[in-house]
């Protein structure tokens, strides 16, 4: 089956830090890039970090920026959100997928609780 | 980083037609925004409609289109269905990341 799945999301103090992981099977990994994208409770989608195949380039939306780092594995099929210095702002599902012109695969979301 | 903008919420009657557009605050939206138009139904996981402006995936209904119209990016929607009705957003793409517009709720009532 075709599928990514996140993990690692959980409940955390402001300021702590998490590791989000996705996990890719049934897919030709090393040839998408991966973004990752949050959802706070009821609010819309926000686009946070993007690495290209071969991870020669990474973006990630300015809020996030200095805090966040993305990384992948192309070996273990796997894609990172390191997330430092969290707020109460970056709560929210977050989904790691790919979509371009011949994919379109979401995990199901890991959910981050920013709260002390 | 830009901020992309989409109406809040519209309504389109079974079988109507609806377009939903999508603006950049950077100025008109071109083909090299890349723009991509998802759906999300409740408790879901977006889904791509549209690719690079107007392109189709298999799974995309016949009855949405993707185009540019005037200085913007643009969802039609052409004899809605009670099943068309979710959350739309587009993104778009720029030289330093992506911005997703804020969400259209589309009603088919």
């Known amino acids: 089956e075709e599928q990514l799945v996140e993990s690692g999301g959980g409940l955390v103090k402001p300021g702590g830090s998490l590791r989000l992981s996705c996990a890719a099977s049934g897919i030709t990994f090393n040839r998408y890039n991966i973004h990752w994208v949050r959802q706070a409770p009821g609010k819309g989608l926000e686009w946070v970090s993007s690495i290209t195949s071969d991870s020669n380039y990474i973006t990630y939306r300015d809020s996030v920026k200095g805090r966040f780092t993305i990384s992948r594995d192309n070996v273990k099929n796997s894609v990172s959100l390191q997330m430092n210095s969290l707020r109460a702002e970056d709560a929210a599902v977050y989904y790691c997928?790919?979509?371009?012109?011949?994919?379109?695969?979401w995990g199901q979301g890991t959910l981050v609780t920013v709260s002390s | 980083q830009a901020v992309v903008t989409q109406e809040p919420s519209l309504t389109v009657s079974p079988g109507g037609t609806v377009t939903l557009t999508c603006g950049s605050s950077?100025?008109?939206?071109?083909?090299?925004?890349?723009p991509y138009w998802f759906q999300q139904k409740p408790g879901q996981a977006p889904r791509t409609l549209i690719y690079?402006?107007?392109g189709k995936h298999s799974w995309t209904p016949a009855r949405f289109s993707g185009s540019l119209l005037g200085a913007k990016a643009a969802l039609t929607l052409s004899g809605a269905r009670p099943e068309d009705e979710a959350e739309y957003y587009c993104?778009?793409?720029?030289?330093?990341?992506?911005?997703f517009g804020g969400g259209t709720k589309l009603t088919v009532l």
């Open positions: 997928a790919t979509f371009s012109t011949v994919s379109d695969y």
């Open positions: 690079d402006t107007s």
């Open positions: 950077t100025g008109a939206v071109t083909s090299g925004h890349y």
């Open positions: 993104l778009l793409a720029y030289s330093d990341g992506r911005v």
